[in-house]
């Protein structure tokens, strides 16, 4: 079955840089689209980035243009997000989601 394990979150103060990784399993990671969803406290799930199967095509939500880079490494089925010029408005659990299915997120939160 599909399993999707993100790593990488923590506290971080305005402006500084995360990195989150995706680890998959449990399906050809190599053939599939990949996505970053987050959710912030008391909100819906928002689409962050996606990327296509050999990260040649990349796009991006208008609130994390020019700060996010979504990337792949298909030899280590691992789908990363690095986030820079980190706002408070980031804060939210990341997740990493494929063909409806989501990992269990991992938790960025952006505060002085």
């Known amino acids: 079955q599909v399993q999707l394990v993100e790593s990488g979150g923590g506290l971080v103060q305005p402006g500084g840089s995360l990195r989150l990784s995706c680890a998959a399993s449990g399906f050809t990671f190599r053939i599939y689209s990949m996505t970053w969803v987050r959710q912030a406290p008391g909100k819906g799930l928002e689409w962050v980035s996606s990327i296509n199967s050999d990260g040649g095509f990349t796009s991006y939500a208008d609130s994390v243009k020019g700060r996010f880079t979504i990337s792949r490494d298909n030899t280590k089925n691992t789908l990363y997000l690095q986030m820079h010029s980190l706002k408070p408005e980031d804060t939210a659990v990341y997740y990493c989601?494929?063909?409806?299915?989501r990992g269990q997120g991992t938790q960025v939160t952006v505060s002085s």
């Open positions: 989601a494929q063909s409806g299915e």
